[in-house]
């Protein structure tokens, strides 16, 4: 079985969601399908893509907020309470065995429909267009392929993860040697 994590799941439910009508998710899928989508680049607040569509390419951005402090913070809290899924990420990036302990966490990351904003390169009036829909979808595979990029979307690295997990562990060394 080859099923796809719940975060992949839960992005791509969102964007579909978007879609005005069965027409364009269906023309949407036969983009990514077809491989459509090409140079997918995952930035802070923003994914953009090309997508190829009948000899054309449009160029496609996908914009939403990036995750407030307090948000990181709070999510920060929640990974380290679940060392396993910790080292599952910073070890592996294999969090398959991890994926329930992990779901409910990564949920916080997934931006509800009225956050997100697609533009297109094409003249279509409607929005999101099929493009921009291939686009979001290809998004869905790339955080399926690597959840790194699913943190990188709303603002953090893995460099993040490394460093409050260190903080943790001298905060523990410390108060088990009495200093706190
Ligand atoms: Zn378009």
């Not at 269906?26 to 607040?45: D, M, N, S």
């Not at 496609?60 to 407030?68: C, E």
């Not at 290809?138 to 903080?167: M, P």
């Amino acid at each position: 079985m080859n099923r796809r994590p719940q975060w992949a799941r839960a992005w791509r439910d969102v964007v579909l969601a978007l879609a005005l009508d069965d027409e364009s998710a269906k023309h949407a899928r036969k983009i990514t399908r077809q491989a459509g989508v090409e140079a997918v680049e995952i930035r802070p607040g923003n994914a953009s893509a090309v997508v190829r569509d009948r000899g054309t390419s449009y160029p496609v951005r996908w914009k939403m907020p990036t995750l407030t402090e307090g948000a990181w913070d709070r999510l920060g809290a929640e990974l380290l309470h679940r060392p396993l899924a910790v080292v599952g990420l910073l070890r592996e990036n294999d969090t398959s065995p991890l994926e329930e302990d992990l779901a409910d966490v990564l949920d916080d990351l997934i931006p509800s429909g009225h956050l997100l904003d697609a533009s297109c390169g094409c003249d279509d009036w409607i929005a999101p267009c099929r493009h921009a829909l291939a686009v979001g979808t290809a998004i869905a595979d790339v955080i399926e392929a690597d959840v790194w990029k699913l943190f990188e979307l709303r603002g953090r690295t893995r460099n993040w993860l490394i460093e409050i997990d260190a903080a943790a562990r001298a905060d523990r060394l410390l108060r088990d040697a009495g200093y706190r």
